[in-house]
């Protein structure tokens, strides 16, 4: 792997825009700013981030529950993020999907889902669009570790295999599906069961490290986009926040130890601590990214409390598609 040094830098900005993003988001949550809750991804960055950078820009992705992050990975533009998560027009689905149903086709992002599951057939789907188009695009179906067991996953595996389609499925094991456990509820790890599908399954350890789930993904990506098939990837990873912010369950599922030694990992001062230990940034300019990140999440912030809210009238709006013209049957 011999990554250009604007493009290293970069991914240090894109982890830095999903932190202070998802921040912000947790402190507008608390004071009332955003309807219902939201599902950060700080402490995750460098899977995500690892993960969308190793992409194309045309290829598509789908998320989860826990999705800001993925568009922001991918490159989207915060104001219209932001302006989503509090219901305004402006926002990437004008206001209708919230944190939990947002997407931004200007990035890839068809979408993600409060359903356990429910967008990897999405991305399967897409996958086969593109083998018949041609098109050479490569989808990226994200679901977490409380999704490894669902049905879905496994029927768009099996499809995926058999007909080949460019598609990589990528678990993001955070170890815990709302306070369950992983070890509780999945035998063995989630990668190893790619062999039953006849697909490769990689699973990424050190999940913490952006390099090495760009280069895993990356090569993932690689195989698809050449005619190889699928591939199932497992990132071992961590939420340092509650599963959703505002949540009380009245026990401490996580032990203080556990979360302490994983806050430790975070990806964001281990991938600074590398950036300037190999020469190519230093504490200065990373001081600086950071207070230029802030500004811009801060200036996400004013573009959604200066917009407007929908019209009315829009809730009518996007509910059906134009009647699609079919041929005649021979």
Not at 9 to 29: A, H, N
Not at 207 to 232: H, I
Not at 246 to 263: F, M, T
């Amino acid at each position: 792997m011999n990554l250009q040094k604007d493009v290293l830098l970069e991914m240090q900005r894109r982890m830095l825009r999903i932190r202070r993003f998802d921040e912000r988001c947790s402190k507008m949550v608390r004071f009332g700013q955003i309807p219902g809750t939201v599902h950060t991804s700080i402490g995750q960055e460098a899977q995500v981030v690892g993960a969308t950078m190793a992409l194309d820009d045309g290829d598509y992705m789908t998320g989860n529950h826990r999705s800001h992050g993925h568009p922001i990975g991918k490159g989207s533009r915060l104001g219209p993020l932001m302006a989503e998560l509090v219901g305004k027009a402006t926002g990437v689905c004008g206001g209708k999907g919230g944190s939990l149903h947002l997407a931004d086709f200007s990035v890839g992002s068809l979408g993600e889902s409060g359903i356990v599951g429910s967008s990897i057939p999405i991305a399967t789907g897409a996958a086969l669009t593109a083998r018949i188009k041609k098109t050479g695009q490569v989808a990226l179906a994200f679901f977490g570790d409380g999704a490894a067991n669902q049905g879905g996953l496994y029927e768009s595996m099996n499809l995926a295999s058999i007909w080949g389609l460019p598609v990589v499925f990528l678990c993001e094991n955070n170890q815990y599906a709302l306070s369950t456990p992983a070890r509780t509820v999945t035998a063995g790890s989630v990668a190893e069961r790619a062999s039953g599908f006849g697909m490769q399954g990689v699973r990424v350890e050190d999940g913490q490290d952006v390099l090495k789930v760009f280069e895993s993904v990356r090569r993932a990506v690689n195989r698809a986009r050449a005619g190889k098939g699928p591939t199932l990837v497992e990132v071992v990873t961590y939420r340092f926040n509650e599963h959703s912010e505002g949540l009380r369950l009245g026990v401490d599922y996580r032990d203080a130890s556990e979360k302490e030694r994983w806050k430790a990992r975070d990806p964001i001062a281990i991938f600074r601590a590398w950036l300037v230990g190999n020469g190519l940034a230093d504490d200065d300019a990373m001081d600086a990214m950071d207070a230029a990140v802030l500004q811009e999440v801060e200036e996400a912030v004013r573009f959604a409390e200066n917009s407007p809210d929908p019209d009315t009238a829009a809730a009518f709006e996007d509910l059906y598609t134009n009647p699609v013209e079919t041929l005649p049957c021979l």
